[in-house]
């Protein structure tokens, strides 16, 4: 029986969202529209307050811990998840910027962490369920060799890291590498699971947006010449916003998508079209 005062909706279906950042939080408050929400973040104070503002503007949405980093946290979301609903969608944001983190936490949460949880979410995906993994333009504009796709092959092994610094040497590590390896592995990955999570009639998608007008991303403009570079070359002439970002989160979780799968959706303004030609 309904609560009375209560936003609560146990006749939507759910939205599982993953990182209760700008981009995070925009997502979540989008899909409040038509789902209940579980918004879950490393911080759960954190998801916790952006849950309860959501409350009160009359959104079914729920907090939840969870580090993407730790295969134990991980199947404990997804125990939780099943135990309490299932889910329709799931969508991965929690992700770091090459200023904000080591290479070895980037490959980690980046790309370990968001294949730690499409495995944990296949099995109980339901029929027309989908995960949908934040990725980046970056990943456009990486090209690994042979023997780095061999290892990205395996994105969950412990050694993931490791393996790859071993490969491309300590010294190129330091230099911001670990972030467009990282998003190029997910698209990679996204597109080898298309047939897993197609015989659970449900899909997974990527979705690579371009320079994003968030606070994450203010701090990394101000840090990053090839940044600037690109927002100057960028056709439309501005950042996205992340309500668009999270109105294309909505879109491909809905049946208007029900044949997008095992693909990337580039959201860039034009900015890697316009690169190609220079």
Avoid at 121 to 137: C, D, E, K, N, T
Wanted: contains cysteine; aromatic residues 6%; glycine residues 10%.
């Amino acid at each position: 029986m309904h609560r009375i005062g209560s936003s609560e909706r146990p006749d939507l279906q759910r939205a599982i969202v993953i990182g209760a950042g700008g981009l995070g939080t925009a997502i979540a408050r989008r899909m409040a529209l038509s789902y209940r929400v579980l918004l879950v973040d490393i911080d759960g104070a954190k998801a916790e307050m952006e849950a309860e503002r959501m409350r009160t503007e009359g959104c079914d949405v729920k907090a939840a811990v969870c580090d993407v980093r730790s295969p134990q946290s991980v199947a404990d979301l997804a125990d939780h998840v099943a135990g309490s609903g299932g889910f329709h969608a799931v969508v991965q944001v929690a992700g770091l910027a090459p200023a904000t983190g080591s290479f070895h936490q980037i490959i980690e949460v980046n790309l370990r962490g968001a294949a730690l949880v499409a495995h944990a979410f296949r099995p109980m995906a339901p029929q027309g369920g989908v995960a949908i993994l934040i990725s980046s333009l970056g990943a456009h504009r990486y090209f690994p060799t042979p023997e780095m796709i061999e290892i990205l092959r395996e994105p969950t092994t412990p050694d993931l890291a490791n393996r790859l610094e071993a490969l491309i040497g300590a010294e190129a590590a330091k230099t911001g590498v670990g972030y467009p390896i990282s998003k190029w592995g997910m698209n990679f990955f996204v597109r080898r699971q298309a047939a897993a999570w197609g015989e659970r009639d449900a899909r997974i998608v990527s979705l690579s947006p371009g320079m994003i007008a968030t606070p994450m991303g203010a701090r990394e403009f101000e840090r990053s010449e090839i940044k600037r570079q690109n927002y100057a070359k960028t056709p439309l002439k501005r950042e996205c916003t992340m309500l668009e970002i999270a109105d294309v989160v909505e879109f491909l979780a809905s049946p208007r998508a029900s044949f997008i799968t095992g693909t990337d959706l580039l959201v860039d303004g034009g900015v890697t079209a316009a690169l190609l030609e220079t």
